[in-house]
């Protein structure tokens, strides 16, 4: 059997930044692929959450990237490969399911702008998405290379991806179980 | 923008419901239904160890919900989940040990509105 370790909000978008919360808790869409296929769901910690709170500010990895933020995520990760490890050590396949656009859960696109901080006035749109992973995968994947264990296949939830389409997002959920 | 759909209501969901046996509770297609967020706790079979920190995360994510006046219920049973809780000074919320997916999902959608729905300027959690 395979185990999908999935962001936090795909259970749970009341852990979400204000205004982006998807939808009142489950985000159906992931979690009936990974029912469907048979998968069994590991949920991962929200990293801003705890650190942040509920009423922190939209943010780009530049305003997570501070030492003590770094030494949170890989609290965290910690946490998480203990458990990829017991399963990968049960020989089962694993999914990591991230969130794209996300400064910390992003997997392939993550957010960036160095000149943001200060008053928290900017423009809408999303000029600050790039490739590139957030601050709690970059962790995960520093401790689970310490462990010798390799970083399992990625994808991400596309909802703050401009031209956002649930098939595709359900298309590129189900390549990646299906490896 | 679109308004954010957060509910205020998270449950805390052993993991036997998360990931159901054939003919299980499903409670992540009750807690959908009745639009509830779900906290999965640690499988019953992972070490001590493993599951201990796992359970610490729970409760300071947790204890950031009850702070803003989330409703927090539990769904099942978790040993360490209590002396979790008791280390960010929480008690463990009430709660249901399910025995049908229908008594789950009346168990969620006969909750009282949470505190937070009715603090301005909460929408951001």
Same mark, same amino acid.
């Given at each position: 059997?395979?185990?999908?370790?999935?962001?936090?909000?795909?259970?749970?978008?009341? @852990?979400?930044?204000?205004? #982006?919360?998807?939808?009142a808790?489950?985000?159906?869409?992931?979690?009936?692929?990974?029912?469907?296929?048979?998968?069994? +769901?590991?949920?991962?910690?929200?990293?801003?959450?705890?650190?942040a709170?509920?009423?922190?500010?939209?943010?780009? =990895?530049?305003?997570?990237?501070t030492?003590a933020?770094?030494?949170?995520?890989? /609290?965290?990760?910690?946490?998480?490969?203990?458990? +990829?490890?017991?399963?990968?050590? /049960?020989?089962?396949?694993?999914?990591?399911?991230?969130?794209e656009?996300? %400064?910390?859960?992003?997997?392939?696109?993550?957010?960036?702008?160095?000149?943001?901080? #200060? /008053?928290?006035?900017?423009?809408?749109?999303? %000029?600050?998405?790039? @490739?590139?992973?957030?601050?709690?995968?970059?962790?995960? =994947?520093?401790?689970?290379? @310490? /462990?010798?264990?390799?970083?399992? =296949?990625?994808?991400?939830?596309?909802?703050?991806?401009?031209?956002?389409?649930?098939?595709?997002?359900?298309?590129?959920?189900?390549?990646?179980?299906?490896? | 923008?679109?308004?954010?759909?957060?509910?205020?209501?998270?449950?805390?969901?052993?993991?036997?419901?998360?990931?159901?046996?054939?003919?299980?509770?499903?409670?992540l297609?009750?807690?959908?239904?009745?639009?509830?967020? !779900?906290?999965?706790?640690?499988?019953?079979?992972?070490?001590?160890?493993?599951?201990?920190?796992?359970?610490?995360?729970?409760?300071?994510?947790?204890?950031?919900?009850?702070?803003?006046?989330?409703?927090? !219920?539990?769904?099942?049973?978790?040993?360490g989940?209590?002396?979790?809780?008791?280390?960010?000074?929480?008690?463990l919320?009430?709660?249901?040990?399910?025995?049908?997916?229908?008594?789950?999902?009346?168990?969620?959608?006969?909750?009282?509105?949470?505190?937070?729905?009715?603090?301005?300027?909460?929408?951001?959690g």
């Amino acid at each position: 059997m395979g185990v999908a370790f999935v962001a936090h909000c795909m259970l749970n978008q009341n @852990s979400k930044v204000g205004d #982006g919360a998807h939808c009142a808790g489950i985000y159906s869409p992931i979690v009936d692929v990974l029912r469907e296929k048979g998968w069994r +769901i590991e949920q991962m910690p929200c990293p801003e959450l705890a650190f942040a709170g509920l009423n922190r500010f939209w943010a780009v =990895r530049e305003q997570y990237d501070t030492a003590a933020y770094r030494r949170h995520c890989a /609290r965290l990760a910690t946490a998480v490969a203990d458990v +990829i490890a017991l399963r990968v050590e /049960r020989g089962e396949d694993v999914v990591l399911i991230g969130v794209e656009g996300s %400064p910390s859960m992003g997997v392939t696109i993550t957010s960036s702008d160095s000149e943001r901080g #200060g /008053r928290p006035e900017w423009p809408d749109g999303s %000029p600050e998405h790039v @490739s590139g992973e957030g601050i709690f995968v970059e962790e995960l =994947r520093r401790e689970l290379d @310490s /462990r010798g264990i390799g970083f399992p =296949r990625v994808v991400g939830e596309t909802h703050a991806i401009p031209g956002h389409d649930e098939s595709a997002e359900r298309a590129a959920v189900e390549a990646a179980l299906d490896g | 923008m679109k308004r954010d759909e957060r509910s205020y209501r998270v449950a805390l969901v052993a993991d036997s419901y998360v990931n159901p046996p054939p003919g299980g509770v499903d409670a992540l297609a009750a807690a959908a239904q009745a639009g509830w967020g !779900v906290i999965q706790l640690p499988a019953d079979d992972y070490p001590a160890t493993v599951a201990e920190r796992l359970l610490f995360e729970v409760a300071e994510q947790a204890e950031e919900f009850a702070r803003h006046g989330y409703d927090l !219920v539990l769904v099942g049973q978790r040993d360490g989940l209590a002396e979790a809780f008791a280390s960010v000074g929480l008690a463990l919320p009430g709660g249901i040990i399910p025995e049908s997916f229908v008594a789950l999902k009346e168990f969620l959608g006969s909750r009282p509105n949470p505190p937070a729905l009715g603090r301005p300027g909460t929408a951001g959690g």
